[in-house]
């Protein structure tokens, strides 16, 4: 069972056992699935029914470190358990089926043994750092040894960090988990996104003005768990490496 | 006796104008009413017409004129300017050349309402997605509406000049068809400024086209301005009086100059807005074409004044003898 | 079912076999960006056209989807390795895999080269002069444009200013940020075009949805592919296009000169076309990849590769990506990506203390790309990643697109490892010089500068590159080019090359349209030598002079009036 710890609200009160975070309460992508076309409905709506469910690439203790790691990554202690998004499965059936993105850095080895390393290495941190493995640590604790992954400054140092660039290796790891959780309807409903549009594409491109079927935006002030090292922090520059560079294509 | 508004506009600019003035409105109001008004309106037409022809041409400028058959309305627009312009100094130019321009320019905005319909179905999703495509597709009634001023120019190349009120010629008419017996003829009807009830049906159709646009385009826009939603609003009002004045002359010398008055303001308001939009678009007015190629129509809330020109120009009429 | 491409358009059938002892005249590898033009317009002319695509054959309804998670098949994604001080990603930024190629998934930003990026050693000193001038290529830009066909302004007015056949589209919330800043910092901009996208139906492709899943691959058919535009054309003229057709090397005869490729079947299966010449259009990577993975007797290190320039000079833009929060919302998922831009620093400014320019561009990434880019802009994980991303809707994004100079050391190379063909695959080296970094940091800071202008509370960017091109560069000199300035390899007189690779230098401009109007150009030139091609080798260099009667239908009567 992995931890939890809850963002809250300024005023009180957890935020836990959500259908829906975000400002944009009672949106549905889903809902509007009749307006999309065959294909895309069926893969969308295979990608929110038909989550794998057996790990196949990954070994149960990887797939458990790893749970843990992807807990803190890419948090979902406010969703309810029901509305949680698959994030491992999604990992794990990529690297079983070996779909590359279509490309290696020359100083990373190939993505499935930089995660086998990389899952390794947290775990040997953990123990080496506070005696205890990585999925036995509170929150707070695994979020310090991410946090030293996520700054380029390893702490403890571990010696697949010589092997394989920190940096290369948390920006493969968050790539996935982001892939997996925003590409899924639940998390275009907590962003407001519009999902999939054809047959039937927008009538109302500026001003930011909803479709009659989108929902306008409600926002409400949050706050990440007290203890929490994975807030933005506003006056920070991000890491800096001078060949750190995104991956998407956007133009 | 029953209110007739020509009446009481004749008689409040007696009262209230100094001379010169009183005696033109006078006269304009007997000109209107018996039907001599052809220049007047053939320069009317004139106008409508270029402007009807710039709004199309940008229009179909946004449409990239992917279809040569695009081109007709624009150039239609051109000649009935002219033929217009050549109404206005000479009668034989109304009667003919107006009259044939007119009737082209209408089939051509049949033709184009056809082309328009087809252009929504062929979008994706088609008419199983009437909402989005009507919006997003070509506007369907805009052909219907740019076929106003060839609407006014048909009517207008079948009047009577000015100057046949007061002359020889045109007294003895006047006396004929006055006190002639029988049924009288449309032709004849419209000679004599007889088409009042015909004048609101036409209103009637002309307020449903321009206030369904206006309908699904500020709807495309939310409705993020209260004021977008007058011309939607007026729209029933002025087909209520439009569809009552064709029933009771009473109705339409009343309720329906005061709609059609209402919606004339509305337009000239809405012109503003528009203007203004364009005006506060990111570029504003460094981006003049861009910013009035899709910025609000500019166009669009005068066709809509148009149709409360249409309504006061009925209730300034005689009815339909019958 | 029939074979669909967009709702309206279906792939003619049959389409034409040709037996691989049968030799055809022309065996295109690729058919992408260019060479959908070439095997259209070859075909046309009545050669006998093979292309060979190693992806699939896409059916627009089948096989596309309005998704971009699902969408991950478009791109080139065998394994390539990437190097140097500023390592390319490669992968979904890059070639297609597929027929159309990359223009399945551009942004159909379709700006043209300007005249002095054909010039740029005479005028700049650095870089390399083009065997061409713009004039050379503006007939090919206009009649392209035409194609595609292009929705722009009226007015394009940077270069040689020109309009469009189009009309432009309207603006979405990245756009109207774009043009805010740019109006507010007293710099023109254009907005809805130039892209290949289109503003009003056209022949059987409807007008644009604005749905914003152009790099998705456009399932309405209104953003131009050749796999819409030419491709139906060339199989309507008795082109085959064979896709699942991995070619593993060219082979050269005794005498010096080609006679076929040498291709794996999606079952694994090695064949041999023959073929009396071969055009490689297979981008700026594979092409190098394919001359090297050619090496044969008497030409050691790689086909066509005396000059050693082969793989070299390789170019990518500077792409950086400007984010920029807002308090209203923007929505930037709607409206296609690409849809509004200035060229307003493209051309080398004395004051500033570097050479050549950029360009600034609308981007609307989708909820994954947009992610990605929090978590390389901001650093953002976890809660602050989660919290990013609700305000998804506050974001615009503009994106960088500065020309980075070819320099030597950027190059295309064969590693040790092999992919499942068993073919060396590309080791790509990328490094930025000093003029480039100097470019990129005032561009950025520019861009940022838009940003603020428009009103953004909060303004991130994150390093990326865009758009490969070179590594088989042309030139007049056969001992620093690969390539004459039709395409002709210097080397081997019926190989020609003709994709992005033979760029010499980039521009600021997209370059897809640019490598499409080099693609006409170059069939111009194989159809007026006619058969020399196949039976000489003497190279006549004299121009083609321009075919207007060999486009797809639809071509001309239509699109607005041009005012220039």
Redesign the interface.
Known sequence: MSRKSF?YKPSGGDLRDLEQ???YAGYSTLAQKK???A??RE??TH?VDKTPSTIRFFSQEEADVLTAIID????QDDRASMRTISVLPVIDERLFTN?????????MPSDREAYRLGINAINEMALSRFDQSFIGLPVHRQ?LI?KSL?DGKPDPEHPTWQRMPVHRFW?LL??DC??A???HPW??D?????G???????????????E?WEKD?QRYEWN??AD???????EGA??EH?????????? | MSFILTTALERSANRSLPEPLSGAVTTALEHLRKGCFQRSLCLVVSATSVASGLEVGYEHYKGSYSNPVMYTPVALSAALAGAGLLGFFSGVAARTLLRWISVITLADGIIGFFFHIRGVARKPGGWKLPVTNIVMGPPIFAPLLFGTSAYLGLMASYLRREEDLHSVAGRVHNAISEFAPGKADWRTNLRYGRFQKHLSSVTVLWAFFSGFEALYSHYKANFRYKAQWSPVLLTPLVMAAGIGAVKSRRIANTALPAASALALADGAIGFYYHVRGITRRPGGVKKPLYNTLYGPPVFAPLLFAACGFLGLMASLLRREKK | MPHRLGPMQTLPSPMQRFADSDPVDYCIVGAGSAGGVLAQRLARAGFRVVALEAGPFWDTEKDWVSDEKGSHELYWNDLRITGGTHPLALGSNNSGKGVGGGSVHWAAFTPRLHPSDFRVYTQDGVGADWPISYWDLKPYYELLERELPVAGPAWFPWGDPHGHPYGPHPLGGVGDVLVRGCTKLGLRSVAGGPVGILSASHGDRPHCIYRGFCLQGCKVGAKASTLITHVPDAIRHGAEIRAHAMVARINLRNDGRVDGVVYIDREGKEHFQRARAVIVSAYSIETPRLLLNSACTGHRHGLANSSGTVGKYLMAQAGNVVAGRFDQLIRLYKAPPAHALTEEFYETDKSRDFARGFAVQTVGPLPVAFAKQMVAAMGAWGWGLRRVMMDYNHWAAFGVLGEILPWQDNCVELAEEKDQYGLQVAKVTFNLHDNDKKLIEFAKNKVMEIMSAAGAKHVVQEARFAHLVGAARMGNDPSTSVVDKFGRTHDIPNLFVCDGSILPTQGSANPGLTIQALAARTADYLIKQGENIFFSNRRDLSEPGIRYDLSPPYTHFRGNPRIA
Do not use: Q
């Open positions: 963002p975070p975000g400002y307006h999309w076309e294909a895309t893969l969308v990608r803190r990554l890419m948090p779909s590359l993105n279509g490309f290696r850095y020359e100083d979020e991410l996520h920006a968050m790539e982001v892939t959780y925003y590409s998390a275009w907590e962003i407001g996104f519009g999939p549009a054809y047959p039937r594409g927008y009538m109302r491109l500026e001003h930011g003005l909803p009659p935006e990440a768990p929490s090292l994975s807030e933005l922090d506003e991000p890491p001078s060949s750190l560079h995104g991956h998407g294509g956007t133009h």
